[in-house]
């Protein structure tokens, strides 16, 4: 299958941040050693070394709490290779980087390397920068994993140093998004796109294109918990962030989010990585801790040790109980009421 395919699909709405102002330091070189059990780390020339020892330092929290040897992932060494890279916002660094790239994935992926962007068959005519694999971090922004370790043989995960910058607290909690992306994508060794993606909840709904609320809203729900539970993060830290999902500041202004979904009138698990993507996100991440007030946190992680054998509407019925249609029924009677009692759900 194709990697090219992916590089949309998991790329990941950061919150809105200042940009970076971003500095010169010196051209960070990848290592060659062999790349075990940490990423193996593809720095642009104007990302600082404290950016690079930072996003190491929370993927290490995330790898540890989540990719434990017990997982299928582990059992199957499905975790690593990851291939984490680092954009600034200088376009030319960033051009220098895909092209250091890509020579490593010619040396060590020759067969995968041939669907990817680095071929220069594959080249998109609409790139203007590049070949537009990290060009579009450098100019925008975010954060993605742009990979099939089934079929490519590795992870790529990539950060921008842009926005969010890495001074802003989103950008340690888009890391361990982003990483508990991995461990998702390690608990099958299934090759075939559209069933990886049926069982992973992304072909979920009423229509056959992919939609975000499962995947994202559980990444989401994982990385604020595993966030908040760090040394020095404010204790109202959860509470904050999901306000801020549902747009919930004061009182006297509700949440504009909830009723803006209601309005759209289109399922949770219909809406589409288009226009409406965010509402996905958000009240996917609403969704999953809605689930978790109900169920232990183990369940979720036995949901995800079982995606290898079942389709993901049997998966989700086995462990909770019903049909996720019905789930999220319930779930918009829930979010029916004033907002201050919907905050009573969440993990304190
Ligand atoms: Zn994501």
């Known amino acids: 299958m194709n990697s090219l395919i992916f590089i949309a699909l998991f790329s990941c709405s950061p919150d809105k941040s200042m940009e970076d102002s971003g500095s010169e330091n010196a051209n960070v070189e990848p290592t060659d050693a062999p790349a075990n059990d940490v990423p193996l780390v593809f720095a642009a020339s104007d990302v600082e070394q404290s950016t690079i020892d930072l996003t190491l330092d929370w993927f290490d929290i995330a790898k540890s709490t989540w990719f434990t040897e017990d997982t299928f992932g582990a059992e199957h060494e499905l975790y690593f290779p990851t291939y984490l890279v680092l954009t600034g916002d200088d376009l030319q660094a960033t051009i220098d980087l895909e092209q250091r790239y890509c020579e490593h994935l010619y040396e060590h992926h020759a067969e995968s390397v ?26 925008n922004g975010g954060a993605g994993i742009a990979s099939s370790r089934q079929n490519d043989g590795y992870h790529l995960m990539i950060m921008s140093a842009k926005n969010p910058s890495p001074e802003e607290e989103s950008y340690r909690r888009i890391i361990l998004h982003e990483a508990f992306h991995i461990f998702q994508l390690s608990q099958h060794t299934e090759t075939d796109h559209n069933r990886s993606e049926e069982i992973q909840g992304r072909l979920s709904g009423d229509h056959d294109e992919h939609v975000p609320w499962w995947m994202e809203g559980v990444a989401e729900y994982t990385s604020i918990l595993l966030y908040a539970q760090q040394n020095g993060v404010d204790s109202d830290y959860i509470q904050n962030e999901y306000k801020n999902k549902i747009g919930y500041f004061n009182p006297d202004t509700g ?25 996905g996100y958000q009240l996917g991440a609403w969704f999953v801790a809605y689930l978790m007030s109900e169920f232990d946190e183990q369940v979720l992680f036995d949901f995800y040790q079982n995606i290898h054998i079942d389709t993901f509407e049997e998966n989700f019925i086995m462990h909770f109980g019903m049909p996720y249609q019905e789930y999220v029924d319930e779930f918009e009677i829930f979010l029916q009421q004033d907002p201050e009692n919907l905050l009573s759900i969440l993990p304190q």
């Open 114 to 139: 041939e669907h990817s962007r680095c071929n220069t068959n594959h080249i998109d005519p609409n790139c203007e920068h590049g070949i537009c694999l990290f060009t579009e971090y450098a100019l």
């Open 255 to 279: 949440a504009p989010v909830i009723d803006d979904y209601f309005d759209l009138g289109i399922k949770l698990y219909n809406i589409k990585f288009d226009e409406n993507a965010l509402f």
